[in-house]
Antibody, heavy 121, light 107 residues
């Protein structure tokens, strides 16, 4: 069974840092691009960042560019999101999502259950 | 950035109703359009990709159509488990963008 399990969320002060992880299982992790999507409380979905299967290509939303860094360790089947200089408006549930086999990075077929990040003083 | 506009933002329907949700892109995106379902407190679930292809395991009561700028998601006969929020998303170009969502409620 294909599964994605996020962890690493929590409460952090403005300006602080946090690293999210997404452990993948049930598929050939290195063959698929992976993405982080977030959802602020009571709001819609917002794309955050995408990384290619090899990790050689990365893409970011303007709202996080220069503050967040996406990476992956294919030997550990794990996706990461390093979040620095956190702001109150980064408060959200963060989901990881797997790209399907079509080759289109933005075509997601599987989502994790999410991890909550709260930025507050 | 490509803006995705969904309508309506909410709707009330009865079990057995046929429901249609519309998604419009601010510029042409070919068929690079996906639909997701999200129930309260749950992660999104992928329903449709490439505008009209069903994800594995998704029942055939869900269907998608459209190309270019105008797309629709149709639920042929609404069941209790279908009451949820639905989102469209374009993956034609970065940044990937989502519609604002449509909340389907019980009448």
């Amino acid at each position: 069974e294909v599964q994605l399990l996020e962890s690493g969320g929590g409460l952090v002060q403005p300006g602080g840092s946090l690293r999210l992880s997404c452990a993948a299982s049930g598929f050939t992790f290195s063959s698929h691009a992976m993405t982080w999507v977030r959802q602020a409380p009571g709001k819609g979905l917002e794309w955050v960042s995408t990384i290619s299967g090899t990790g050689g290509k990365t893409y970011y939303a303007d709202s996080v560019k220069g503050r967040f860094a996406i990476s992956r360790d294919n030997s550990k089947n794990t996706l990461y999101l390093q979040m620095n200089s956190l702001r109150v408006e980064d408060t959200a549930i963060y989901y990881c999502a797997k790209a399907d086999s079509s080759g289109y990075y933005g075509a997601f077929d599987i989502w994790g259950q999410g991890t909550m990040v709260t930025v507050s003083s | 950035d490509i803006q995705m506009t969904q309508s309506p933002s909410s709707l009330s329907a009865s079990v057995g109703d046929r429901v249609t949700i519309t998604c419009r892109a601010s510029q042409g995106i070919s068929n690079y359009l996906a639909w997701f379902q999200q129930k309260p407190g749950r992660a999104p679930k992928s329903l449709i990709y490439a505008a009209s292809s069903l994800q594995s395991g998704v029942p055939s009561k869900f269907s998608g159509s459209g190309s270019g700028t105008d797309f629709t998601l149709t639920i042929s006969s609404l069941q209790p488990e279908d009451f949820a929020a639905y989102y469209c998303q374009q993956y034609d170009s970065y940044p990937f963008t989502f519609g604002g969502g449509t909340k389907v409620e019980i009448k």
